[in-house]
Each structure stands twice: as structure tokens, then as C-alpha cells.
């Protein structure tokens, strides 16, 4: 499943590049993320994912890797995890960018989600409007927690 | 194989209410079973304890003061075999007829089919159109939750997580109610669902319509009911195709196995016209 | 007043007692067993079987208070006080039903094994309906499935069968 996002954020270029970076404060944009942890600055991270659909959780412990880093413009990051429960895996590609327009900073993604084993039998419908509502929820809380503190 | 799970058998709804409270997410109603201990089989979800509800005096219908009150525990062979139902709610009869197959009908209950909430189902659709009220109880009150309130998204209603569906309210209708509800599938679940209720005395009026399985939950679709209201018979039917369209578009429907978005919204288009043809006749 | 409650370590055992094939039966089982498990596994009756497992097939139809149910998704404490029929108990005194003798005349079965509940089922409805039309013998056999025969032999048998029946067995 393939999501494009983008979110105009009234804050300039650099301070939205820290702010990926500030992975307490990042983590916190992701709905159903918690227990974020940095295992090497820069590269590898950790963290939990949790969602719902009604009375279906899923409890993801993720590990995400940074492939690539392109200063101030360009991330991007590998993540996955697996719920043993529920017998699902979970696997995304996520490429980030970031352009100026103007005096405000287009922060644009472009996720590939995977979602594999039992949980697929929700239905690909369900799980693809989930996925899109978590991105969703994200893209405004990093727009939020920008703009609010300036 | 089910994974182990505590069976607490309650007699009151106070009682199934304050264990709901007390034990959260670790435990969950159970009343015929024919969802949860699916999802269950399949290790979608993990219970601690099951709720048996069986108990409660929730099992009757009941036709007084113009209303038909049916209790949540009712079973859709009780349902479709109900003298009352029948004679005063026969689409609502035709439609437990045909819910899922003679075994589901048996066990499975209306209270469970509701608050199970799967995007591919009748009753709900159905019940928007009626106006149907659900009666939530918990251990210190009662609400009621209109129909079209009730279902929030895919598996999910608005019910609150210590509160008991314990009867659903419909409005008796009268000499000149008419509704219908038709519904396609050629998967062991429906497709699409699509349900209408109006009055007609000469003109249309109180136009109800209603789509579901479709999208995630069953939703009144008022962008269409417009173009039915206050119209005559003939009128409305000139109507049929846009309506069509405008509810397809109000279905939300999502690509899945049952077919893709632009698929449905056809078929709901489809079965908007022989719906109200039907209601009709 | 909240009843103390009881630790989830514990096994929880309900004793049940229904009759079987006419038979009493007093057992325990705990919550989550299955009516199909304990039926073919403790009680040793095979006749039912596991197929989808999704209550879809109606290969492990059973009758319950003379009612068809679904016993892979059935909870075996649910027949307490009630009376559960099997296709090993349809035959009385080494006498076929009507319905098991009519499958045999007329070809509804080949393989078999949708044939234990395919039969029940369709005990179920001549019970009800001792004179279907075969819009209504469809609609309510919709259910079980059959992969062999293509249904048209099946509907023969249970038309015949019924037939039989009418007259005074």
C-alpha cells in the first residue's frame, strides 16, 4: 500500500530538521507510538507501535533504520516489526522530503506499507484507511508541535 | 483450538456492566458467538474472560404505544420467525430471513450483530432507514442512541466500554410507511446493502435512505433524500438515476475483495432504484 | 456487592448434562471447548467433521434441541439441558432414516464427507417444513456445501425423502 502526504508547516527549513531529529518530540507525532529509543544517533531507532481497529490491537516492537540522509531535504528510513500474538508483521518505507515555500516549509512523505500474516484478514480496505488515517493524524501533530512553539 | 479464557456468567446488566468496568479490554461479551469466537479461532483477539449475557432478560418483542421493541438477545431465527416483526416490519422479517445461513441464524443475535459492527452486514442499514433507537444500558443509566449515531467505524459503535445494548426501538410503521431493503453479495457476506423508509400520501415524505457494507459502517445518505422529499411518486422516479449516484458517492465505499470503490458505488446505485421500486409496489 | 473473583490460572470446569442420540450424558468441560472437539474427540463420534473451521460449510452441522448449529464454533457448555442428535443417531434400531435411506436411492453423496451435516440440515427443515418448495429447501440447505455432486441429486434426495416422510414413514 503506497501513501503520499504533505503538510505546509509556517516554521522555516531548519528548525523542521531538527525537529525529525528530536526523536522524543518526532515520536510523539506517531499515533500509537511510545517507548521511543535511539540504539545509534542518527541510524537505528526503536520504538513500539500500537493500533487499533475496534477490538483488533496490534502491538508492534519496531526497529527503524535510516538508509539514507541528504542535509535539510531528504530521509529515508527503513521500519519494521512483528506482533507474535496476532502472528503480523509490519514493514515501511518511508521517504521524507523537505522544500521551502516561501517563508513556510513543505514537509512531504511518501510511505509504502506492508502489512503481512493474520492481521491481512481484516481486509486490505480496513487496514489501508487505518494506515491512511495514522499518517494522516502524524502529518498534523508534526504541524501542530511546529507551529505552536515559535 | 480457543485459547483459555474464564466464563463469568452475570444475571444482571448492572452486573455485566460493572465486570466490563472492572476488567477492560481483558474481557468481552459473548452472547451466540458467531463473530467473536471467529476472531477469536483466528487469533485476532485474546480474552481473559467471556461475559455470557444469555442470562439477561433481553429476548423479547414487543408491539406498544406504536413502537416495536425488540430485545438485544433476540436471535435472527427468532427475528425472522416473530409474528409481530412480520406483520408490521415484513422487510425487516425478509431481511433476517437472509442473514448469513440457517446455522448463524440460530445462534447469532441481533445485540451481537450490532456491536460487532463488521462493515458487511444487513441489520444496521436497515435500521437507519426504520429511525431505530438503541436502548445502552450500564449499571447507573440508560441512554438512547439513534441508529444512525450508533455505528461510528469499522467495528465500531458508539457504545461506551462499560455500557450493554439491551433493546432496539423502532417506530411501528404506519398505513402509509413504505421501506424496503435489498442487498447483493456473491461472497459469504454481503457486498452492498442498501435500505429506504418514506411515507407516501400522494407525496413523498420523511425519505429515509440508507447504504451499507459498502464502506467501513452503514450511513444515512441525506444528499440523496432530497431529491425524493416532498416529490410525487412519478417525480421521484425521474429521479432515480442521480439519487443513485449521490448515494453511491455518500457510501464511502472501499476497494476490497467484495469489489473496487467505482463497483460499488454502481451497485448501490443499482439497488437504490429497485429498493424504492420495490418499497413501492 | 462484587462476588470474589476467580484467578484466569485456574482451569474453570462446568459440568454439563444433555442427552446425546437420545442418551444421557454427564461430563465437564471447560469454557473453551468446542462442541465439535468434544463430540469427535471425547465422545468419539466422528461422523461430524472439521472442514472450514468458519461455520461457512455446514460439514460439522449438529442438532441441537432440533435446531442445525455450527459445533466448530460452538461452545460445548452451551448444550447443558439440552438434546444433541448426531448422524450416528439418526438410524433407529438399525432402521436408515428416511433421509439416510433416500441419500443411498438417489446419488446424493459421492465422497461423503459433506454428507453427516448435509443430512441433519436437512432433517432440520423437513422437521419444520415437512413440504418444502425447492426455493425453500434451497434457501435453507444454502449453508452446506457440497463440492461433489453439483446439489442437484442431494435436492432429489431430500424431495424424495420428504415425500416418504409425508406419507407415514
Redesign the interface.
Known amino acids: 500500500m503506497e501513501f503520499q502526504k504533505e503538510v505546509e508547516i509556517r516554521a522555516p527549513r531548519e528548525k523542521v530538521w531538527r525537529f525529525i531529529w528530536d526523536v522524543d518530540r518526532f515520536i510523539a507525532c506517531v499515533p500509537g507510538c511510545k517507548e521511543a529509543k535511539t540504539i545509534e544517533e542518527g541510524k537505528r531507532y526503536a520504538a513500539t507501535m500500537v493500533e487499533k481497529v475496534g477490538p483488533f490491537k496490534v502491538e508492534f516492537p519496531t526497529n527503524i533504520e535510516v538508509l539514507e540522509r541528504e542535509e535539510m531535504t531528504r530521509i529515508k528510513a527503513q521500519a519494521s516489526g512483528a506482533d507474535n500474538k496476532i502472528g503480523s508483521r509490519m514493514k515501511l518505507d518511508l521517504d521524507v522530503n523537505l522544500r521551502d515555500e516561501g517563508d513556510k516549509t513543505v514537509l512531504g512523505f511518501v510511505a509504502g506499507v506492508d502489512i503481512l500474516g493474520k492481521l491481512a484478514a481484516l481486509g486490505h480496505g480496513i487496514i489501508k484507511r487505518k494506515a491512511d488515517q495514522v499518517l494522516d493524524e502524524f502529518a498534523q501533530a508534526v504541524k501542530k508541535q511546529l507551529e505552536g512553539d515559535s | 483450538?480457543?485459547?483459555?479464557?474464564?466464563?463469568e456468567e452475570p444475571e444482571s446488566v448492572s452486573e455485566v456492566s460493572?465486570l466490563l468496568g472492572?476488567f477492560g479490554?481483558s474481557a468481552?461479551i459473548y452472547a451466540g458467538?458467531?463473530e467473536l469466537?471467529?476472531?477469536m479461532?483466528?487469533?485476532?483477539?485474546?480474552y481473559?474472560?467471556?461475559i455470557n449475557v444469555k442470562k439477561l432478560k433481553c429476548k423479547d418483542v414487543t408491539l406498544e404505544s406504536g413502537q416495536v421493541t425488540i430485545g438485544a438477545l433476540c436471535t435472527h431465527?427468532e427475528l425472522e420467525t416473530s409474528q409481530a416483526i412480520k406483520e408490521n416490519l415484513p422487510a425487516f422479517a425478509k431481511l433476517e430471513?437472509n442473514v448469513?445461513?440457517?446455522?448463524?441464524r440460530?445462534?447469532g443475535t441481533i445485540g451481537g450483530n450490532l456491536c460487532f459492527?463488521e462493515?458487511h452486514a444487513d441489520p444496521g442499514t436497515l435500521l437507519i432507514a426504520l429511525d431505530a433507537k438503541m436502548i445502552a444500558e450500564k449499571s447507573a443509566s440508560t441512554r438512547e442512541i439513534s441508529a444512525e449515531k450508533f455505528f461510528i467505524?469499522?467495528?465500531?459503535t458508539a457504545l461506551e466500554p462499560d455500557e450493554v445494548l439491551t433493546q432496539i426501538v423502532i417506530p411501528a410503521p404506519t398505513a402509509s410507511a413504505r421501506n424496503a431493503y435489498l442487498k447483493f453479495g456473491y461472497l459469504?457476506r454481503p457486498s452492498v446493502g442498501v435500505a429506504v423508509a418514506f411515507n407516501l400520501n400522494g407525496q413523498i415524505s420523511s425519505m429515509r435512505i440508507a447504504v451499507g457494507c459498502a464502506g467501513?459502517a452503514p450511513r444515512r445518505v441525506q444528499e440523496a433524500e432530497a431529491l425524493f422529499e416532498g416529490k410525487s411518486k412519478d417525480d421521484a422516479e425521474r429521479n432515480l438515476a442521480e439519487a443513485g449516484l449521490l448515494a453511491g458517492r455518500a457510501a464511502e465505499a472501499?476497494?476490497?475483495?467484495h469489489g473496487s470503490q467505482e463497483y460499488k458505488e454502481h451497485i448501490v446505485g443499482v439497488l437504490l432504484k429497485r429498493a424504492f421500486l420495490s418499497a413501492l409496489s | 456487592m462484587a462476588k470474589p473473583m476467580s484467578k484466569v490460572s485456574e482451569a474453570q470446569l462446568i459440568p454439563i448434562s444433555f442427552t446425546l442420540n437420545g442418551r444421557l450424558q454427564e461430563i465437564e468441560v471447560q469454557p473453551h471447548e468446542l462442541l465439535l472437539d468434544v463430540v469427535r474427540e471425547r465422545l468419539g463420534l466422528t461422523g461430524v467433521k472439521r472442514s472450514c473451521d468458519v461455520q461457512v460449510c455446514g460439514a460439522c452441522t449438529l442438532l441441537v434441541d432440533g435446531r442445525p448449529v455450527s459445533a466448530c464454533t460452538t461452545l460445548a457448555f452451551e448444550v447443558r439441558g439440552r438434546s444433541v442428535l448426531t448422524i450416528e443417531g439418526l438410524a433407529e434400531n438399525g432402521k436408515l432414516h428416511p433421509l439416510q435411506q433416500a441419500f443411498i436411492d438417489h446419488g446424493g453423496f459421492q465422497c461423503g464427507f459433506c454428507t453427516p451435516g448435509m443430512i441433519l440440515a436437512a432433517k432440520a427443515l423437513l422437521d419444520e417444513n415437512p413440504d418444502p418448495s425447492e426455493a425453500e429447501l434451497k434457501h435453507f440447505m444454502h449453508g452446506n456445501i457440497c463440492r461433489c455432486t453439483g446439489y442437484k441429486k442431494i435436492i432429489e434426495s431430500i424431495m424424495a425423502a420428504a415425500k416418504t416422510m409425508r406419507s407415514g414413514k
Open positions: 483450538m480457543l485459547r483459555r479464557f474464564r466464563l460493572e472492572r479490554d468481552k458467538g458467531t469466537l471467529l476472531a479461532k483466528e487469533g485476532l483477539v485474546q481473559e474472560r467471556l431465527h430471513h448469513a445461513n440457517v446455522r448463524v440460530q445462534v459492527a462493515p467505524d469499522a467495528f465500531e459469504e467501513p472501499i476497494s476490497d475483495l
